[in-house]
């Protein structure tokens, strides 16, 4: 019988101190999200495993898209995810159980879509790679931000991707939080809990990186992410 809520897990890794409340509402949330509503295999092709292995570098910023949860139909995007490769078929990222590695086995057989991108050829660049790669392994085992506020204490996928090149001295030319908006807007992110007004996955293909690897099933036309449905 198909079940919903197959990938749910109960999360337990909090900041200290946090309020019992915010922890049942943080996992209510994590549950709805995490849903899926598409029951099939997840669309990412041998031959995509094939080329992401010859073209795979280490500090490459990778996006992933899980189309089959209610998050994906929530975000509307062919990218959904963002997570950084620190070699030997390896990935940092940070979920709701909070900051882990995941292996390239987990995202080909978990994922549907697949962006590379690569911080181009400047000055210091193996320096900054290699200070990019040392931060967020550092983050291993922290909470995930929940709050959607700045600080070194946890992390949503995108701020521990963002502000690692920050910290490595690499300008992606993306802010990680955005300034407060007014009106509608302002009430939309309100009730998103502050989730709105945060980078998401797709910006970081606005951001100054070289782009190095589309799955089969992407296009991109003027850094519009386009999801090619068969």
Do not use: W
């Not at 943080?26 to 080329?51: G, M, P, W």
């Not at 790679?129 to 700045?150: C, H, N, S």
């Amino acid at each position: 019988m198909f079940n919903p809520f197959s990938k749910y897990n109960v999360i337990k890794n909090f900041p200290r101190n946090y309020p019992l409340h915010r922890k049942v509402k943080d996992n209510i949330t994590f549950l709805l999200s995490c849903a899926i509503v598409h029951s099939r295999k997840n669309l990412l092709s041998q031959q995509d495993l094939k080329r992401v292995k010859r073209v795979l570098k280490k500090g490459d910023v990778v996006l992933l898209g899980n189309l089959k949860t209610v998050l994906s139909t929530i975000i509307d995007e062919p990218v959904t995810h963002s997570c950084l490769y620190v070699g030997k078929n390896k990935f940092i990222h940070s979920i709701a159980a909070g900051v882990q590695y995941m292996s390239i086995y987990h995202v080909f057989t978990e994922y549907d879509t697949l962006v590379i991108l690569r911080i181009p050829k400047v000055k210091h660049r193996r320096s900054i790679i290699k200070k990019l790669v040392r931060y967020v392994k550092t983050q291993f085992g922290k909470p995930y931000d929940f709050d959607f506020v700045k600080g070194p204490t946890a992390f949503f996928c995108t701020e521990l991707v963002n502000e690692g090149l920050k910290h490595a001295g690499y300008k992606s030319g993306l802010k990680t939080f955005k300034r407060p908006k007014k009106g509608v807007k302002k009430i939309e992110s309100l009730l998103s809990d502050g989730a709105a007004d945060v980078l998401h996955p797709n910006s970081f293909l606005k951001g100054r990186f070289d782009l190095v690897f589309l799955s089969h099933n992407l296009r991109l036309e003027d850094k519009k992410l386009t999801f090619i449905k068969k």
